[in-house]
């Protein structure tokens, strides 16, 4: 299970700094993420859209309202419990802007094969909400490549890790300046 109390307001202590800096600290879409698992299992959802799977589905008329808790609270009521999945930490609201740092989120993932999704929302102010997943060693392994302030990650599944193990999660304001709201949902 993830630790949701153990959350940095932002980055992460020197120690754990170093051990992942030397990953690179560039911006969220710096680097191409690797390839991760895939969900083995389709979902016990249908899509309601042709082409388009029952994780996509649930988001595809999401429209934010510019307040960033109130529509985090709106897509996860719609999308988080797709697939038998639930909420994993609690909510983390942050601010930045697109000239501040990323800001860090280390959790802990119990064991190989656990599948995780993570809801963001920025608010009116935030027009690019980046987001990227790194694996213990700090290579990439997910990214959001939308240019919107609502990513959702991965978009089209969860991603199921394929080892235990500290992971990252880097949040970047890409264009704009405001606060954020997110959270990791899983099974």
């Known amino acids: 299970m993830l630790r949701s109390g153990d959350w ?16 690179g600290c560039g911006p ?20 309601d859209e042709p082409g388009k799977t029952a994780w996509e589905t649930c988001y595809s008329s999401f429209a934010p309202t510019g307040d ?8 996860v009521r719609d999308c988080g419990t797709t697939g038998g999945m639930r909420a994993i ?3 983390k609201v942050g601010s ?5 740092p990323v800001d860090r989120y280390a959790f802990q993932v119990p064991a190989a094969d656990k599948c995780y999704r993570v809801y963001a929302v920025g608010d009116s102010t935030v027009k690019d909400l980046d987001l990227l997943l790194r694996g213990p060693a700090g290579t990439s392994m ?4 939308t240019h919107d302030s609502w990513p959702v990650l991965p978009p089209r599944e969860p991603v199921c890790f394929p080892e235990p193990g500290l992971y990252m999660l880097e949040v970047s304001v890409y264009k704009g300046a ?4 997110l959270q990791v949902w899983g099974r």
């Open 89 to 91: 930490t609690k909510v």
């Open 68 to 75: 960033a808790e109130a529509d985090l609270g709106r897509l």
């Open 96 to 100: 930045q802007s697109a000239q501040d």
């Open 178 to 181: 405001g606060r954020y709201a």
């Open 142 to 145: 997910v990214a959001d490549i």
């Open 8 to 23: 940095p307001a932002r980055g992460l202590g020197a120690a754990m700094f170093l051990a992942l800096s030397s990953a």
């Open 28 to 47: 969220a879409n710096a680097e191409a993420p690797q390839p991760v698992a895939r969900l083995e299992t389709a979902p016990e959802v249908t899509a």
